[in-house]
C-alpha cells in the first residue's frame, strides 16, 4: 500500500488519523518517515499550554518576557492557572486546551508550561489529523516524553525535548552562564541552528560512532509506554535517557525492560543523561551504579555508549531534536553529538 496515499485519504475524508497500527515488536518496518515542522521567524506564535502539572501566569512570566524578546508572539492557553490537586485542570480541560493548541493554524509551535504528571491521562482524547497535515514544533521533557514517543511512533513528526517555561530565570541579568545556555538552546533549536554538543569523557563511557534519528527522554515514561500506542522505535536509532528521584533497583529493572522489549538490541547508539538517585535504605544497598547497570545490559552490543550527557532533571538540561538524524563520536578524547 502506498503509505503517502493512504494517509491523505484519511485527511481528505475528515476521519482523524490517530497512528499506524502497533505491531507488537520493535522492528522499524511501518515508521513513518521523519517529518520536520517549518522553524520559526519573528512574529511566529508559541502557544503555553498545561497538559499535565499546573503552574500560574505569574509563574511563566519570566518564559514569555524572554520569548517575547527572541521575537515572537505568545498565546496563553486556558489551562494556565487551572488547578486540579496536582494537575493544571481537569483531564477534560487538559485535553481540550492542547487539542486547541494542535489545531489552531496560527501557533506554530507549543510550549508545555512543566511537567509533573498528566499527559498519558489525556494521550488518548487528542486527535492529530491537523497535526499530521501541518506539522508543528511542541517543546517540553519529563511527563512530556509520553508527547514525544507518540509522535516519533506514529507520524514521525521532530520535536524538541528541552526545559519548559518553569525553567526560565526570574532575572535574565543575574541567570547562571548554564541556565542561559541551556535556554538560549531553546531558541536556537526552534530557528534552525543545527545543534551540536561536544561533552567531557566519562571514563566508563564505551567508543564507536554512530548516525541515526535521535529519540527519547524519561526512562520511566519509556517503560511505563511499552506496549501501547505510544510505545517507542528504537531500531537503528539514538536513544537518550534520563530520570531522577528513582532507586537502583528501579534503574536495573528499568533497563531490563528495555533489553526484553528489544529496545537495546538494535540501536544505533546509546546517551545516558542525568540521573537522580534516591538513596539505597540501610541494609538495603543495591551495589551498582547507574554505569554498572547500563553496561550490563548492553554488553553483547557493539554500539557507543555516552554517559553523563547535559540532559535531564539538572541546571545543563539542554535542548534536542527528537527524531531528527544525528550523528554521535564518542572517543577517549571527548564525545560529540551533531545534528545532521
Known amino acids: 500500500m502506498n503509505r503517502k496515499h493512504f494517509l491523505s485519504s484519511f485527511l481528505v475524508a475528515g476521519i482523524p488519523f490517530r497512528g499506524w497500527p502497533a505491531r507488537g515488536d520493535n522492528d522499524d518496518l511501518d515508521a513513518p518517515a521523519p517529518v520536520l515542522p517549518h522553524y520559526l521567524k519573528p ?4 502557544g503555553i499550554t498545561c497538559p499535565a502539572g499546573s503552574i500560574t501566569l505569574q509563574e511563566i512570566q519570566p518564559s514569555m518576557i524572554q520569548m517575547v524578546e527572541w521575537g515572537f508572539n505568545i498565546k496563553v492557553g486556558d489551562t494556565v492557572g487551572k488547578k486540579d490537586f496536582t494537575f493544571g485542570g481537569t483531564d477534560e480541560e487538559r485535553a481540550r486546551d492542547f487539542q486547541q493548541m494542535l489545531d489552531d493554524p496560527k501557533v506554530k509551535a507549543i510550549m508545555c508550561a ?6 498519558v491521562r489525556i494521550i488518548d482524547k487528542l486527535n492529530f489529523t491537523k497535526l499530521a497535515a501541518h506539522p508543528k514544533w511542541i517543546i517540553g521533557f ?8 507518540h509522535l516519533n511512533r506514529n507520524f514521525g513528526i521532530a520535536s524538541i525535548h528541552s ?19 541551556t535556554i538560549l538552546s531553546i531558541k536556537q533549536a526552534l530557528t534552525g541552528q543545527k545543534m551540536k554538543y561536544t561533552v567531557p569523557v566519562n571514563e566508563q563511557n564505551r567508543a564507536g560512532k554512530a548516525e541515526g534519528v535521535l529519540v527519547g527522554g524519561n526512562l520511566k515514561l519509556i517503560e511505563t509506554l511499552a506496549g501501547t500506542r505510544s510505545d ?3 531500531t537503528n536509532k539514538i536513544l537518550f535517557v534520563e530520570d531522577t528521584g528513582e532507586y537502583l533497583y528501579s534503574i536495573d529493572r528499568m533497563f531490563w525492560n528495555l533489553k526484553r ?9 546509546l546517551i545516558i543523561g542525568g540521573f537522580k538517585i534516591k538513596p539505597d535504605d540501610p541494609g538495603e544497598e543495591f551495589g551498582r551504579t547507574v554505569q554498572d547497570i547500563v553496561l550490563e545490559r548492553v554488553k553483547e552490543y557493539k554500539y557507543p555508549v555516552c554517559f553523563d550527557f547535559p540532559v535531564g532533571h539538572q541546571r545543563n538540561n539542554y535542548a534536542l531534536k527528537c527524531g ?3 550523528r554521535l563520536a564518542v572517543s577517549a578524547e571527548e564525545v560529540t553529538l551533531r545534528e545532521i
Open 261 to 269: 522489549t528489544g529496545k537495546l538490541e538494535k540501536l544505533a547508539g
Open 142 to 149: 519529563s511527563d512530556i516524553t509520553v508527547l514525544h514517543c
Open 232 to 234: 517507542l522505535r528504537t
Open 163 to 181: 526545559k519548559m517555561c518553569n525553567s526560565f530565570p526570574d532575572d535574565w541579568n543575574k541567570a547562571e552562564p548554564i541556565q542561559i545556555e
Open 324 to 326: 531528527i538524524r544525528h
Open 43 to 46: 512574529g511566529d506564535t508559541i
Open 114 to 119: 512543566r511537567g509533573g504528571y498528566g499527559f
